[in-house]
DNA sequence: GACCAGGCACATC
DNA sequence: GATGTGCATGGT
């Protein structure tokens, strides 16, 4: 797929071996409970981890990872606790949303897990949610649903629109299916890329930096300046 | 002080 | 359909 001095050839899959033998496993998502994934896909909306830590840890600190406290509690103190995530008041909309969504229709996220129905199904529920964008939806199939789905975030596009396997006027279902449709159909691999793309974009790949000659994937970005 | 972070909805053209 | 803007905190 890309083809240079370096590295003939590398596909999808090279380049998933890569990473994963430069970063080692990452065991996404962090967290305890599926519901705990749910919540942190909603807090980490354009927002650094550190910081949805520290609303995280408000929260836990409350015991409130839970469904049906977070439905029942107080809009206005939900929005304190997760201040620290930033856009606090859309986010403690976006998750009495969700949060809505599972209890009314399948009680706990555990019970959504299990359900029989297909991964578009659900998907398209998701979606449906005011404040649930593809991403989030994704994200929540995937690491709180064990759903095989690929997760697309700015670091996929930018990372792999610089390595030119992916175009940047693609929209997110495109390169999703180019992840797909290239890579092993098996869970962990699909949780193990999604993390490791955004290790290797939180360390070598910001806006800032646009070509660092430390990247392990410098070899394939630097044909293209 | 500017820029950025594991998006999304909405307005406008 | 593409592009622009508001949402907000905390780290670099």
Redesign the pocket.
């Given at each position: 797929m890309i083809k240079n001095n370096d590295n003939d050839n590398m596909d999808l899959m090279d380049i998933y071996n890569k990473l994963l033998s430069q970063f080692g496993a990452q065991y996404?998502?962090?967290a305890e409970t599926p519901y705990e994934v749910v919540i942190?896909?909603v807090l980490?909306?354009?927002?650094?981890?550190?910081?949805v830590e520290?609303a995280l840890e408000n929260l836990k600190k409350e015991n409130l990872i839970d469904e049906k406290k977070i439905l029942s509690m107080d809009i206005e103190k939900l929005k304190e606790l997760i201040?620290?995530?930033?856009?606090?008041?859309?986010?403690a909309e976006r998750l009495k949303n969700i949060t809505k969504y599972i209890v009314d229709n399948y009680g706990t996220t555990n019970n959504l897990a299990k359900t029989e129905k297909d991964i578009n199904s659900l998907r398209n529920e998701l979606l449906a949610?005011?404040?649930?964008?593809?991403?989030?939806?994704d994200?929540i199939l995937l690491?709180a649903l064990n759903k095989p789905i690929f997760v697309v975030?700015?670091?996929t596009r930018r990372i792999f629109s610089r390595c030119g396997i992916i175009d940047k006027?693609m929209?997110y279902d495109e390169i999703r299916l180019i992840f797909e449709n290239n890579i092993l159909l098996n869970l962990n691999v699909y949780k193990e890329y999604h993390a490791l793309i955004?290790e290797l974009?939180?360390n070598y790949c910001?806006?800032?930096n646009p070509l660092c000659n430390e990247c392990p994937l410098y070899c394939c970005c630097k044909k293209l300046v």
């Open positions: 996404w998502w962090p942190g896909a980490t909306q354009n927002t650094s981890w550190k910081n520290k201040k620290p995530a930033g856009f606090y008041n859309i986010k949610i005011k404040g649930i964008g593809k991403e989030t939806s994200s690491y975030d700015a670091y006027s929209d955004v974009g939180k910001k806006k800032k």
